[in-house]
């Protein structure tokens, strides 16, 4: 069950205050968002919430950086880029050499660019950052992707295009498996992977997890997905606050 419901006309205004970091939110503006561009990882928190309804409290929604992963079904040779998006503002914006996927601000102030193997041809290659291809991504290209506007942190809107809640939580889970994963950042995978599957069951009918959706979890996730409806049986009700 819900534990409330905002209406209508205030939840762009009152989810997500703590998820899209500063001048980011100008960026969600660019008419690819969604076309090319998905916003991953913890910056995805606030648009979730929203479609439930309420905001998950047993998903952590602060983070320190901001992560996209490259979604374009088809090349487009007109692209000006990733970069060019980021320097229009942020001039400051410059490659880590260190890590040619990620670019920091004056404020060191970090934003990285993720790719799906079967993505990486779609892009501009002499674009910067260079993205990092993950076989992960592609699990976040599945399902229907949602669209929602949130307040930044200074005060500006911005639109977030996320992947499909369950397939998120489920690579969630997924991540707080891995050992190559940072072992800090594990638990809250972990958190925000349980907490996201169970508020999409409980106020999301029309994101259905049934038998359809059952068969169509790549193997990999499968696991994941039996753990964690085990836990749901046992404790269905998501927290709202």
Do not use: C
């Amino acid at each position: 069950m819900r534990g409330f419901e905002l209406p209508d006309h205030q939840r762009s205004m009152s989810i997500g205050r703590r998820g899209a970091p500063p001048k980011i939110a100008a960026a969600t503006e660019q008419p690819w968002l969604g076309s090319k561009l998905v916003v991953v990882g913890t910056n995805a928190m606030p648009a979730y919430s929203i479609e439930a309804g309420g905001e998950i409290n047993d998903a952590p929604a602060e983070t320190d950086d901001f992560d996209m992963t490259w979604s374009a079904l088809v090349k487009d040779e007109a692209d000006l880029g990733v970069m060019a998006m980021l320097k229009a503002v942020d001039s400051t914006y410059t490659v880590n050499t260190e890590r040619t996927f990620q670019v920091r601000n004056a404020k060191a102030f970090e934003f990285e660019l993720l790719v799906a193997p079967s993505r990486v041809g779609n892009m501009v290659h002499s674009d910067k950052p260079s993205p990092l291809p993950l076989e992960e991504q592609e699990w976040l290209l599945l399902g229907t992707h949602l669209s929602h506007v949130v307040v930044a942190r200074d005060g500006t809107p911005a639109r977030l295009v996320v992947p499909d809640p369950r397939y998120f939580g489920l690579q969630k889970l997924w991540m707080s498996e891995q050992e190559k994963r940072d072992p800090r950042k594990r638990p809250k995978d972990r958190r925000q992977g349980m907490a996201v599957l169970s508020a999409t069951k409980a106020t999301m009918p029309h994101i259905p997890m049934d038998e359809e959706f059952e068969k169509a979890i790549p193997v990999e996730l499968q696991p994941f997905y039996e753990a964690w409806k085990v836990n749901y049986i046992e404790s269905p009700t998501p927290r709202w606050r």
